[in-house]
């Protein structure tokens, strides 16, 4: 390679790499709360943009998230930063693709063919709402999928075969076409209109795409039959050429695998959970975790041919709402100022009440979207018209406050003061119980939420007795890799304290149905811990059989009293516990009556806890390990010594030997 053309690849390159960067740095600005994602995403495609040339398979890059994190959106935008707009297509695996006709709706070939995209060259595919393309039910059994077959051959090398049995098809219409022409001998015009000795446009169409003919649609559909037939037989005698090369595309899979995100992406009523904790929930998702899912639509070959690049977004947390929200006031103030000349500021508790009154975590961004639309663009228009009526002209800002009691917006220019009524549903649905029903709730949740900090060292992530969801009040906790034995009992202890908190406050009299679901929890965790866990007096998994085949312990009925004493053991100590910290349970109470809820450090300092506990919900098995190796370094060592020089096998056993 000569220096100039060195020298010239060398600057391609450079330039190339600090366009990647711009368009990052673009897309940031643009996509709240997924910094992560698209620096994973830009560094998957860099290959493939910097240098083509080396790409000789289709850059495979999967997206899943739960619905409103904006995955079509990164890609639309990244496509139009890359300046591939003009190649670039979209398709809905639902079998609706926006823009394809109706001959190339069950294929991906024909869109393609149909699109920008010119064979062996750079383009970007997207295969959106890709969890609908299902090629298993949910029996696990083949479903019967007829469109887009094609792709499976597309995501494995990306070259695609020609369509021969359209291709025969076609060819096949025509001969029977003359035919019945000579069969029939000389016709009348009319009949011969109706005669099919042509091509369609969409054969022609066809033809010209599997051909790869540099012919006009119009000069193929004014071949005769014997010309057809002639181009036909000479592409299947020469079998060159055969295949249409997508090799270089870069592919986009976007889709919602609600089943990786289990019980998360079924909860699109739940406003009252906050944004961090689903995030943190689904941050924990991996690789693992979309194989799994993906097992559950599609066959194994099929789930190798997406690779193993799965871009998982979390749900946004609370930062990222609270960015959006800022950023979609100030389009709206910006706009109004831009048509009206008035100039808007909107007070803090503005944003505070959107965000309590549109944010769904589990929904992303388009229930936000809808409600500060709904919250703000009428008062806004009116807001400008009473202010322009006292002249305002951007020279003073007009003062916008939230009163959430009334609920409305005030407006304030000058001495002038007026009222714009909002409808907040949310904050009306959190408020709707009776002072009696709200000490109940207290009570019950301070009684969860204590008990789970004095067992398990550290405050649950939520307690709240305001909630829109449902009527009533919930705690939330971190959940455990591992339960021990007395994490089991704990966890028991804990289910059953909201009852003993009613018990102590109210009377054993004005208990109340309330703790039913608390019940239901702790008898089947009891009856785990005796059946299941081996934890109780019996050394067997304990069960009812269903099979045959089933090796069981079925004598369950005779561990019903064992449950029953360990439920109420772990009822007397979640009072005796309460009644020790009788102080924090009253500190909580009055918080979640006040308030609707209180934060963790607060309630970790009403128990002496640490404010944020280090390492995850287990146990300290690394610690009792190192005990156990200490405590037997006299057995171990020995043998360790005697081992050197023997195999495998020979230390094993003088191990064994000793702990016996």
């Given at each position: 390679m000569s220096t100039d053309i060195h020298s010239e690849l060398h600057a391609e390159l450079a330039e190339r790499t600090k366009h990647l960067q711009t368009v990052a740095r673009s897309l940031k600005e643009e996509l709240f709360g997924i910094d992560d994602i698209i620096d994973r995403v830009i560094e998957s495609l860099r290959a493939w943009y910097v240098l083509p040339q080396l790409i000789s398979r289709p850059v495979i890059v999967c997206l899943w998230g739960l619905t409103g994190t904006g995955k079509t959106q990164l890609v639309r935008k990244l496509a139009q930063h890359l300046g591939f707009y003009d190649r670039f297509i979209e398709v809905q695996m639902d079998g609706f693709s926006h823009g394809s006709g109706h001959h190339s709706r069950g294929s991906i070939s024909a869109m393609l063919a149909e699109s920008g995209i010119v064979e062996g060259t750079p383009g970007i595919l997207v295969l959106d709402e890709f969890q609908r393309f299902r090629t298993v039910d949910g029996n696990g059994h083949d479903a019967k999928v007829e469109r887009y077959q094609d792709v499976w051959a597309l995501l494995s090398d990306g070259r695609l075969p020609p369509a021969l049995s359209m291709l025969g098809e076609i060819e096949s219409s025509l001969a029977y076409a003359e035919y019945e022409q000579d069969r029939d001998g000389p016709a009348d015009k009319k009949k011969l209109k109706k005669r099919k000795l042509h091509l369609s446009p969409w054969e022609a169409r066809e033809v010209k795409r599997c051909l790869k003919l540099p012919e006009t649609l119009l000069q193929i559909m004014a071949w005769k039959p014997a010309e057809v037939h002639a181009r036909l037989r000479a592409f299947r005698d020469t079998q060159q050429g055969w295949e249409t090369d997508y090799s270089k595309l870069l592919v986009f899979v976007s889709g919602n695998l609600d089943e990786m995100y289990a019980e998360t992406a079924q909860r699109v009523e739940d406003c009252d959970t906050d944004a961090d904790i689903f995030h943190a929930l689904t941050k924990k998702l991996s690789v693992i975790d979309v194989k799994k899912a993906l097992a559950n639509r599609f066959r194994p070959e099929q789930i190798?041919?997406?690779?193993?690049?799965?871009?998982?977004?979390?749900?946004?947390?609370?930062?990222?709402?609270?960015?959006?929200?800022?950023s979609i006031c100030d389009r709206y103030v910006s706009e109004i100022q831009e048509s009206s000349g008035v100039r808007f500021v909107l007070d803090a508790g503005v944003y505070e009440q959107i965000y309590a009154n549109a944010v769904f975590p589990a929904q992303g961004t388009r229930p936000l979207f809808s409600s500060i639309h709904a919250i703000l663009s009428a008062t806004l228009v009116n807001a400008?018209?009473?202010?322009?009526?006292?002249?305002?002209?951007?020279?003073?800002p007009v003062w916008l406050t939230l009163d959430a009691s009334v609920p409305c917006i005030v407006a304030?220019?000058?001495?002038?003061?007026?009222?714009?009524?909002?409808?907040?549903?949310l904050n009306r649905l959190k408020q709707r119980s009776s002072e009696d029903f709200r000490a109940l709730l207290a009570v019950h949740e301070a009684g969860h939420g204590v008990i789970y900090g004095v067992l398990f060292g550290r405050a649950p992530q939520e307690i709240k007795i305001n909630v829109a969801s449902f009527e009533g009040g919930y705690n939330s906790y971190e959940q455990r890799k591992a339960w021990s034995k007395e994490n089991l009992r704990d966890r028991i202890c804990?289910?059953?304290?909201?009852?003993?908190?009613?018990?102590?406050?109210?009377?054993?009299?004005?208990?109340?149905?309330?703790?039913?679901?608390?019940?239901?929890?702790?008898?089947?965790?009891?009856?785990?811990?005796?059946?299941?866990?081996?934890?109780?007096?019996?050394?067997?998994?304990?069960d009812i059989a269903n099979d045959a085949n089933d090796d069981l312990n079925t004598d369950v009925e005779a561990t019903n009293p064992e449950i029953e004493a360990l439920l109420m053991q772990e009822h007397a100590r979640a009072l005796a516990l309460l009644e020790t910290h009788t102080s924090a349970l009253m500190a909580v109470v009055d918080a979640l009556?006040?308030?609707?809820?209180?934060?963790?450090?607060?309630?970790?300092?009403?128990?002496?806890?640490?404010?944020?506990?280090?390492?995850?919900?287990?146990?300290?098995?690394?610690?009792?390990l190192a005990s156990?190796?200490?405590?037997?370094?006299?057995v171990l060592q020995p043998a360790a010594d005697e081992g050197r020089g023997a195999g495998p096998p020979a230390v094993a056993a003088r191990v064994l030997r000793a702990l016996a």
């Open positions: 190798a041919r997406l690779g193993n690049n799965h871009v998982i977004y979390p749900s946004f947390n609370r930062a990222t709402y609270v960015q959006l929200i800022l400008a018209l009473w202010a322009l009526e006292r002249n305002a002209d951007g020279a003073e304030k220019y000058r001495k002038a003061r007026r009222q714009f009524p909002v409808t907040l549903e804990v289910s059953l304290a909201g009852r003993a908190a009613e018990q102590m406050v109210f009377g054993g009299e004005a208990c109340t149905s309330g703790a039913s679901q608390d019940f239901m929890q702790a008898t089947a965790n009891a009856a785990q811990y005796v059946r299941h866990y081996a934890f109780g007096s019996r050394f067997s998994r304990t009556m006040r308030e609707g809820s209180i934060a963790p450090a607060e309630l970790a300092a009403l128990l002496d806890l640490p404010a944020t506990p280090a390492g995850e919900s287990t146990d300290a098995y690394a610690a009792l156990f190796r200490a405590h037997k370094a006299d």
